[in-house]
């Protein structure tokens, strides 16, 4: 009887702990940007936020709620051609953009679309304009569905690129379709294996002997995936893509796959003509049109601030402003949950370095979810050192380090192997109080034992943290 109450009281608890009423908050209310489009870091320890803005600048500022000003970190509106679907529309940084400087950018110029390497200056919020390294171009038939988003792969160090189909409607010359163009694609390229680029040898086309083929695809068969992003604890590729008239779906996405567009939109038959692939993979999720119009992509939760979130994709529509999470692993029924409706059209979701969630809008402002966890002070304001057992834990390839600065703090995070090796600096910076995550991925290294040392030294007294945990990947 007593554990038939405490069960009930736990349902209780937790049935009111996951119907908490979630809000947004306006995550800079001292910035206002024209036209942001996207929000990234540059994995740099940093704590930098970096806003893309249609029109061709990338606008850097601490990530702090209390920032005041924004530095121009790259201007290159003298070769952007912006407005409705064009413009500056993505950028990622390279995974040692702490050595070598390089990052990314897609927009478009007056026909085609541009994947540019730029590098930064010796000024850390100063990007040289004139260091562009054409990657890749191609022609833009139409002005509309330009896709737009890029990425690294956390595991494997390619650039991912979402191209739309072209634009018009219905797809008319059936670009997503067919092998032999870049266009409709999700592509996949090694940066640094060649000038510009080389093809990875598991890009399902590497092997073709047909020139017509393109070997920079990775999956085929998309409209307009604006955005899509990693999860980094499964590495899972998540797409959002913009539907024609009726469905809006959310797709994952994986190497040598045809996602359907337009054969289909959804699961749902369009114009099924020359339609005679093997396999169609279908979305995760799908959602008809009412008020409904424009899927935006957004991001698998990792964050600290919002527990509730934590393992669910969180995306939007951009029409109706409504933001939902969806629980989706493969095996059980996917549960999607409408969360709450944005306060201005969802233009772009975006993840800062220590994971939390945040959605740009085009009227300006960047939303944050409003922390949770402030009813416990000490979540956010902690009062001692502490480092968390990882998670998940073993892993594989990519785990979580949470750990807690009790004081401005230098901060230096190192992995060791088993035999007392140093392998990896995951921070080394002056970092201010307050909660802090890191992920490690060991690719590249042996499966077995893993220690993660933390030394802190308060700049404001002699304080002195240190700490091991030990970990374990296991492939
Ligand atoms: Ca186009
Ligand atoms: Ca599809």
Same mark, same amino acid.
């Given at each position: 009887?007593?554990?038939?109450?405490?069960?009930?009281?736990?349902?209780?608890?937790?049935?009111?702990?996951?119907?908490?009423?979630?809000?947004?908050?306006?995550?800079?209310?001292?910035?206002?940007?024209?036209?942001?489009?996207?929000?990234?870091?540059? /994995?740099?320890?940093?704590?930098?936020?970096?806003?893309?803005?249609?029109?061709?600048?990338?606008?850097?500022?601490?990530? #702090?709620?209390? $920032?005041?000003? *924004?530095?121009?970190?790259?201007?290159?509106?003298?070769?952007?051609?912006?407005?409705?679907?064009?413009?500056?529309?993505?950028?990622?940084?390279?995974?040692?953009?702490?050595?070598?400087?390089?990052?990314?950018?897609?927009?478009?110029?007056?026909?085609?679309?541009?994947?540019?390497?730029?590098?930064?200056?010796?000024?850390?919020?100063?990007?040289?304009?004139? &260091?562009? %390294?054409?990657?890749?171009?191609?022609?833009?038939?139409?002005?509309?569905?330009?896709?737009?988003?890029?990425?690294?792969?956390?595991?494997?160090?390619?650039?991912? !690129?979402?191209?739309?189909?072209?634009?018009?409607?219905?797809?008319?010359?059936?670009? @997503?379709?067919? !092998?032999?163009?870049?266009?409709?694609?999700?592509?996949?390229?090694?940066?640094?294996?060649?000038?510009?680029? @080389?093809?990875?040898?598991?890009?399902?086309?590497?092997?073709? #002997?047909?020139?017509?083929?393109?070997?920079?695809?990775? $999956?085929?068969? %998309?409209?307009?995936?604006?955005?899509?992003?990693?999860?980094?604890?499964?590495?899972?590729?998540? @797409?959002?893509?913009?539907?024609?008239?009726?469905?809006?779906?959310?797709?994952?996405?994986?190497?040598?796959?045809?996602?359907?567009?337009?054969?289909?939109?959804?699961?749902?038959?369009?114009? *099924?003509?020359?339609?005679?692939?093997?396999?169609?993979?279908?979305?995760?999720?799908?959602?008809?049109?009412?008020?409904?119009?424009?899927?935006?992509?957004?991001?698998?939760?990792?964050?600290?601030?919002?527990?509730?979130?934590?393992?669910?994709?969180?995306?939007?529509? /951009?029409? +109706?402003?409504?933001?939902? +999470? %969806?629980?989706?692993?493969?095996?059980?029924?996917?549960?999607?949950?409408?969360? %709450?409706?944005?306060?201005? +059209?969802?233009?772009?979701?975006?993840?800062?370095?220590?994971?939390?969630?945040?959605?740009?809008?085009?009227?300006?402002?960047?939303?944050?979810?409003?922390?949770?966890?402030?009813?416990?002070?000490?979540?956010?304001?902690? #009062?001692?050192?502490?480092?968390?057992?990882?998670?998940?834990?073993?892993?594989?390839?990519? *785990?979580?380090?949470?750990?807690?600065?009790?004081?401005?703090?230098?901060?230096?995070?190192?992995?060791?192997? &088993?035999?007392?090796?140093?392998?990896? *600096?995951?921070? &080394?910076?002056?970092?201010?109080?307050?909660?802090?995550?890191?992920?490690?991925?060991?690719?590249?290294?042996?499966?077995?034992?893993?220690?993660?040392?933390?030394?802190?030294? &308060?700049?404001?007294?002699?304080?002195?943290?240190?700490?091991?945990?030990?970990?374990?990947?296991?492939?």
């Amino acid at each position: 009887m007593i554990t038939r109450i405490l069960y009930v009281i736990l349902t209780i608890f937790f049935t009111t702990t996951l119907n908490a009423q979630l809000t947004l908050e306006n995550a800079f209310p001292n910035l206002s940007f024209s036209g942001p489009v996207f929000l990234t870091h540059a /994995y740099d320890n940093s704590n930098r936020n970096f806003v893309i803005e249609q029109a061709g600048r990338i606008k850097v500022f601490p990530n #702090t709620q209390s $920032a005041s000003a *924004t530095e121009v970190f790259l201007d290159i509106t003298d070769r952007v051609s912006a407005g409705g679907e064009k413009g500056l529309l993505g950028l990622a940084f390279h995974p040692d953009y702490e050595t070598n400087g390089y990052f990314y950018v897609n927009y478009t110029n007056a026909s085609n679309t541009v994947i540019s390497r730029f590098q930064v200056t010796s000024n850390p919020d100063s990007a040289d304009k004139n &260091s562009e %390294l054409l990657v890749l171009s191609f022609s833009q038939p139409y002005s509309n569905h330009n896709g737009g988003w890029i990425g690294f792969g956390p595991g494997d160090g390619y650039l991912y !690129i979402g191209t739309g189909d072209g634009g018009s409607g219905g797809d008319p010359q059936n670009y @997503a379709q067919r !092998i032999n163009t870049l266009l409709g694609k999700i592509l996949r390229i090694d940066i640094d294996g060649g000038t510009p680029y @080389a093809i990875p040898s598991t890009n399902p086309f590497f092997d073709s #002997t047909n020139t017509e083929v393109k070997k920079e695809i990775y $999956a085929w068969g %998309l409209r307009n995936p604006w955005r899509c992003s990693f999860d980094p604890i499964t590495e899972q590729l998540w @797409a959002g893509d913009v539907g024609q008239n009726a469905w809006e779906e959310i797709d994952i996405i994986e190497n040598g796959k045809n996602y359907g567009w337009r054969c289909y939109e959804g699961t749902h038959t369009y114009n *099924t003509s020359g339609c005679n692939y093997p396999e169609y993979i279908d979305p995760v999720w799908e959602y008809p049109h009412g008020a409904e119009c424009s899927v935006t992509g957004g991001y698998v939760y990792r964050g600290i601030n919002v527990p509730e979130l934590e393992g669910k994709y969180i995306y939007g529509d /951009y029409c +109706s402003r409504k933001v939902w +999470s %969806l629980e989706y692993d493969g095996i059980n029924p996917t549960v999607n949950t409408f969360l %709450l409706s944005a306060p201005g +059209s969802i233009t772009s979701f975006g993840s800062d370095e220590n994971g939390e969630i945040y959605i740009t809008s085009s009227n300006g402002n960047i939303y944050r979810f409003t922390p949770t966890v402030t009813g416990n002070e000490s979540d956010l304001n902690p #009062t001692e050192y502490f480092i968390e057992q990882n998670y998940p834990n073993p892993f594989n390839p990519s *785990t979580v380090i949470r750990y807690n600065i009790a004081e401005e703090s230098y901060v230096t995070i190192k992995i060791f192997d &088993s035999l007392g090796k140093e392998i990896d *600096t995951i921070a &080394s910076s002056i970092q201010q109080k307050g909660i802090y995550q890191k992920s490690w991925n060991a690719s590249g290294f042996s499966t077995g034992v893993y220690y993660v040392k933390i030394i802190a030294e &308060s700049l404001s007294s002699d304080k002195t943290f240190n700490d091991v945990i030990k970990m374990l990947y296991l492939k």
